[in-house]
């Protein structure tokens, strides 16, 4: 051991350093500054604001406002740290709805930046100009004429830390960051105009107008290919006592570049959280990898805020986060799906190439699974079907006498044609149907289905699934018939064919129809084969408005020869086809066009959802139908009214289960 060796000397910091390590800390680039003095110039109650810059901020940042200006006498101490108009007392830090709550941003500047300050309020005859370096007036204020504002001007930032200075060398980055901060700002408080400008230059990088609108506001920034299609909404929450704001984009629009400009309490701020359940909600419509634009300010009692958190960090945390996400997420979904978007959503899906919705969908990354909650969902794997004994049963009420026997055509009989182009539909009769459906959409169980893992079918009615950790019995034939209705009502005008070949006579059928008990004939209502003639003629006369609308097409000698595909690879029961083809004969309205168009989708979706039900037929295997076909179109397609709800039953859930296995 060297006797020689003595510790170091512990010296105090030179007061002067520390305070500028601190002031480092909170500005740590020219935007940081830039976003404080906006701040403290919207807190003065400007409207205008003037940003001037030479190098990106970093040779001068000069902020130009028409605000309450700062009186003289406060000019002395303004630039200390803790000095503040704003909060006296150190309860109002929970109270404050200012932006400003720390009293810190000019002092922090006057560290690290020449900083002089010209202002004027409105009862003081001329303004003054001052002078700082390390939170100190240098000498006295100079009067100087000037109008009512501040000016606040910072040179040569970080000309005292020049490794800070250093690792800031791209003017055009920080430039960048700086515009991105004012347009935000700018989008947030459209009543009051922005302007920034380089020095030098003389049009203007950006400007917005006094008095202007959110939506113009980012028309004017982010472009017209965003502002167009924005979806504006406001919802206010009395439980979770929050407000949001928003403007977001419909799923017509997305960009590889994530935008979410979110304002809590009129602070710009970022909430990781927030942005990916945002992001959840869009990944069910949206192609990989694509974004919305998100325009959201939340205002919650500022007591549920917590604002102690690291200036430079903007992140937020507030009281009830997840519950207030969660019901964000459900406005959004909901907006997205009452918007007309819904209409090119589905057209989406009919154009070539369109994105597969179930490849893109994605579950909420962020949601921990824990091992408990683990379920089989490889639906590769073993089906529940496979223990049931296969069932020999026909359609239970709707029994067919003669007809009933009827094999489904062999396959080769069909054929789809190739999609048209989308023809687009202006009949308010059909819009306003389709207005019904999406109002009407139950939210909690569109994500439900959406998220459903199909387990097996228990018979033609009813099927299980399971979501999360939980089974349920599904009655499928009521889920199908809302399906096939609203691709009725979705694909009007543009329902892609299923050819019928050979061409089927339709009152042959008819014939059969009237001999099923279902038509409930009779000998009084008259002779079969004239009332099949009577009914052959209706049809044959609404001809043009099936073929035209729905797909459906009978020739003038009274052959079928096609009839709608709402679901792909979807093929109705042919068994069930005379009995269909009767009921549109009679029940159809075909006398008022929203009631035609009404009773005639519900007859149709009502024979589509009649599943051709006889295990070992020649014909596609049902089941396969109902895994393959029916519910991946469920997932896909089904904009769920709440009455479904009824046609679900939970029948166990795993924490119950395990209960039960414990008890083994
Ligand atoms: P804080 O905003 O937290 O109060 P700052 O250091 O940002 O702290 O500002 C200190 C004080 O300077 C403010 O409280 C305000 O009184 C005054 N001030 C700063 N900028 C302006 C401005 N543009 N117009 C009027 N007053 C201002
Ligand atoms: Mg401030």
């Not at 055509?409 to 819009?431: G, I, M, N, Q």
């Not at 009767?582 to 149709?604: M, S």
Request: hydrophobic share 35%.
């Amino acid at each position: 051991m060297s006797k020689d060796l003595e510790p170091g000397v512990i010296r105090k910091l030179d007061e002067v350093v520390v305070n500028r390590i601190a002031a480092g800390e909170i500005i740590q680039r020219p935007a940081n500054a830039l976003k404080e003095l906006l701040e403290n110039s919207l807190d003065a109650q400007s409207s205008h604001i003037q940003v001037q810059v030479k190098a990106g901020g970093l040779k001068l940042l000069q902020i130009q406002d028409n605000g309450t200006g700062i009186r003289r006498e406060d000019l002395s101490i303004v630039c200390e740290r803790f000095t503040t108009s704003k909060l006296s007392r150190f309860e109002d830090l929970a109270q404050i709805a200012t932006f400003g709550f720390r009293g810190e941003a000019l002092a922090s500047i006057s560290h690290v930046a020449h900083l002089s300050i010209q202002t004027k309020t409105a009862k003081e005859k001329c303004g003054y100009k001052a002078t700082y370096a390390d939170g100190m007036l240098q000498g006295q204020p100079k009067p100087c004429a000037g109008n009512q504002g501040t000016i606040i001007s910072i040179e040569d930032l970080f000309y005292n830390m020049p490794q800070r200075r250093q690792a800031l060398r791209s003017p055009a980055e920080e430039f960048q960051r700086l515009s991105e901060v004012l347009t935000r700002y700018a989008v947030h408080n459209p009543k009051v105009g922005f302007t920034l400008r380089k020095q030098g230059e003389a049009q203007p990088a950006l400007r917005t107008p006094v008095g202007s609108s959110r939506a113009e506001n980012i028309r004017i920034v982010y472009g017209s290919s965003i502002s167009k299609e924005l979806l504006e909404f406001n919802h206010r929450d009395d439980v979770f006592k929050f407000e949001a704001d928003c403007l977001i984009t419909q799923v017509n629009y997305s960009s590889k570049k994530s935008q979410m400009l979110l304002f809590i309490n009129q602070r710009l701020v970022e909430s990781a959280a927030l942005k990916t359940a945002v992001d959840s909600v869009y990944s069910t419509y949206l192609p990989r990898g694509q974004h919305p634009f998100v325009y959201m300010s939340l205002t919650l009692p500022p007591q549920n805020l917590d604002v102690n958190v690291h200036p430079t960090k903007h992140e937020v945390h507030f009281l009830y986060q997840d519950e207030i996400i969660e019901k964000i997420k459900e406005q959004v979904e909901a907006r997205l799906l009452g918007s007309n978007s819904t209409r090119t959503f589905y057209k989406q899906l009919r154009l070539p190439g369109a994105p597969d919705l179930d490849e893109t969908q994605s579950a909420d990354k962020t949601q921990r699974i824990y091992p408990k909650e683990l379920v089989r969902t490889d639906a590769s794997e073993q089906k529940l079907d496979k223990f049931l004994a296969p069932l020999v049963k026909s359609e239970s009420g709707g029994s067919f006498s003669s007809s009933q026997e009827a094999k489904p055509l062999p396959d080769r009989s069909f054929r789809v044609t190739a999609a048209k182009k989308t023809r687009e539909v202006r009949l308010s009769s059909v819009l306003d149907m389709r207005q019904r459906v999406e109002r009407q959409c139950s939210v909690q169980l569109r994500s439900t289905l959406k998220n459903m893992v199909y387990v097996g079918c228990v018979d033609e009615r009813r099927s299980l699934f399971q979501h999360e950790t939980r089974l349920y019995l599904c009655n499928t034939r009521v889920f199908c018939e809302e399906l096939f209705y609203q691709r009725l009502v979705y694909d009007f005008q543009n329902c892609t064919e299923i050819t019928m070949n050979p061409s089927l006579p339709l009152k042959e059928l008819l014939v059969l129809s009237l001999d099923s008990e279902a038509a409930g004939w009779t000998p009084e209502d008259g002779d079969k084969a004239e009332l099949a003639a009577s009914a052959a003629e209706i049809l044959v006369k609404k001809a043009p408005i099936m073929r035209e609308y729905f797909g459906l097409r009978i020739s003038e000698m009274g052959q079928l020869e096609s009839l709608p595909s709402l679901v792909p690879q979807y093929r109705p029961s042919i068994a069930h086809l005379p009995v269909y083809l009767l009921r549109l004969a009679t029940e159809v309205d075909w006398d008022q066009e929203a009631r035609c168009f009404e009773t005639f989708c519900r007859e149709t979706a009502r024979f589509y959802s009649q599943l051709y039900w006889r295990e070992g037929s020649d014909a596609v295997h049902p089941r396969w139908t109902m895994e393959h076909v029916i519910f991946p179109a469920l997932k896909k397609f089904l904009l769920p009214p709440p009455r479904l709800k009824d046609q679900i039953y939970e029948l166990t859930n795993l924490p119950t289960l395990y209960k039960v296995f414990e008890r083994c």
